[in-house]
């Protein structure tokens, strides 16, 4: 079964404009990543906050963790047509494994 | 290697037919995760490794998947009597230590007739 669920299911924009995706969550956590998928690739680690973290900046990724509510956010500002992909959060429950949701499927436009 | 290598790339598989995949992780990575993505899904979790010791295999889903890491470095996932339910990308992980921050392979599509 899988831990999380990521809203939207499919998000396209025009190249420039950010792009927001939440996650939502089950079970208490360690941390949470953030991955991302291009078509018939394999996943990249691209953040990781931790459970008593609020935000996490890295270029033009955003991250922010509400615990109390067991969601996520992840912001991609300035958006290039090189973001499309499809979008994963990833939880731990305090294990070694990394539970995955069901993803963003995210499309830029030039 | 620099980073995880998975063979073959693809693979079909006649219904009932054994196969095997291999995962080659990245030299020195302890843990090796073994995932399982259906078309449009996330990856759901199948088994992990800390070297040699498989640590959990509570996401294989029947006892036709085997998995094993001898030696614990090249990881080898055996699925026995494939279904077609069995068709899906099985993607293997590595890190240095537990979870943060997996390192991918890109995958082995298997197709079952």
């Known amino acids: 079964s899988q831990q999380g669920e990521e809203d939207p299911q499919a998000l396209s924009i025009q190249e420039g404009e950010n792009a927001t995706m939440n996650c939502s969550y089950k079970?208490?956590?360690?941390?949470l990543q953030w991955y991302r998928q291009n078509s018939g690739r394999g996943l990249v680690h691209l953040i990781l906050i931790r459970s008593n973290e609020r935000e996490k900046h890295s270029g033009r990724l955003r991250v922010t963790l509400d615990t109390s509510k067991k969601s996520s956010s992840l912001l991609i500002t300035a958006s290039r047509a090189a973001d499309t992909a499809s979008y994963f959060c990833?939880?731990?429950?305090?294990?070694?494994?990394?539970?995955f949701g069901t993803g963003t499927r995210l499309q830029v436009f030039p | 290697g620099a980073g995880v290598s998975q063979s073959p790339r693809y693979k079909v598989a006649k219904r009932g037919q054994d196969v095997a995949l291999r995962c080659d992780p990245i030299?020195?990575?302890?843990?090796l995760f073994w995932y399982q993505q259906a078309l449009g899904q996330g990856p759901e979790f199948l088994t992990y490794?800390?070297?040699?010791?498989?640590?959990?295999k509570s996401g294989l889903p029947s006892d036709r998947f085997f998995a094993e890491r001898p030696e614990g470095s090249v990881s080898t996932l055996k699925i026995q009597r494939t279904q077609q339910e069995d068709s899906a990308v099985y993607l293997c992980?590595?890190?240095?230590?537990?979870?943060?921050?997996?390192?991918f392979g890109s995958g082995t599509r298997l197709t079952v007739v």
């Open positions: 030299s020195g990575h302890v843990s």
């Open positions: 079970t208490s956590i360690n941390n």
């Open positions: 992980a590595s890190s240095l230590q537990g979870n943060y921050g997996y390192t």
């Open positions: 490794f800390q070297n040699e010791a498989q640590l959990d």
């Open positions: 990833a939880t731990d429950a305090w294990t070694d494994k990394l539970i």
